[in-house]
């Protein structure tokens, strides 16, 4: 059973660009949520698909965007980059949208913003 | 609104020293909690989980009990290894549409041989 894949690994950036970021869910999911995690802090909801649409979305402004794919991959769009979006960025799957069904983390994207 | 605080770290310890580490939450209903861990350059792995009050979690010798009177769910092992060497995060998390964990800041816990 392959597990929650991400890429890049890492990725440098400068303020103003627009990156693109991957998730593969671990198969048999249809649900995927990414979260924000700054260096020294708890990772932080950005938001959740489920069956290709958002269905759930944290204090994270318009230019923070995603994708779910017919696949149930997914991409994680952030336009207009600021320094303070230097983070590690995880995805997480799971076989439901509901609180009851367990997530599964990637290892993440760790992007710097310069 | 909802939140997770946990004790700050870190917390450097012997091999075979017990482990304790502290979380509280503030909610406004009745949240499944769970801890989480993180080792170096990995995501995160479910360690733990409890959904209702007096529940005890339990994975790997960690053990945690869900108490709602002082809304806390303190995480302990009674004999640390070098390998639990990582970061652990307590969360938790409503039942309902989506799937969104609030989690604490993280508590770094070194183990030394």
């Known amino acids: 059973e392959t597990g929650v894949t991400q890429s890049p690994t890492h990725l440098i950036k400068t303020r103003g660009q627009q990156v693109t970021l991957r998730c593969s869910s671990q198969s048999g999911h249809n649900t995927v949520s990414w979260y924000q995690q700054a260096l020294g802090q708890g990772p932080q909801f950005i938001f959740q698909?489920?069956?290709?649409?958002?269905?759930g979305r944290g204090n994270f402004p318009p230019r923070f965007s995603g994708l779910q794919f017919p696949n149930y991959s997914s991409e994680l769009n952030v336009n207009a980059l600021e320094l303070d979006d230097s983070a590690l960025y995880l995805c997480?799957?799971?076989?439901?949208?509901?609180?009851?069904?367990?997530?599964?983390f990637g290892n993440g994207t760790r992007l710097t913003v310069t | 609104g909802d939140s997770v605080t946990q004790m700050e770290g870190p917390v450097t310890l012997s091999e075979e020293a017990f482990l304790t580490i502290n979380c509280t939450y503030t909610?406004?209903?009745?949240?499944?909690l769970f801890w989480y861990v993180q080792y170096p350059g990995e995501g995160l792995q479910l360690l733990l989980k409890a959904t209702k009050a007096d529940d005890k979690g339990s994975n790997k010798g960690f053990e945690a009990t869900y108490r709602k009177e002082t809304t806390s769910f303190h995480l302990e092992k009674g004999s640390v290894q070098v390998s639990d060497s990582a970061v652990y995060f307590c969360?938790?998390?409503?039942?309902?549409?989506?799937?969104?964990?609030?989690f604490g800041a993280g508590t770094r816990l070194a183990v030394h041989p």
């Open positions: 909610a406004t209903g009745y949240p499944s």
């Open positions: 997480a799957s799971s076989k439901d949208k509901g609180a009851d069904s367990p997530l599964h």
């Open positions: 698909y489920y069956r290709e649409e958002e269905n």
């Open positions: 969360a938790l998390i409503f039942s309902g549409g989506y799937n969104k964990l609030i």
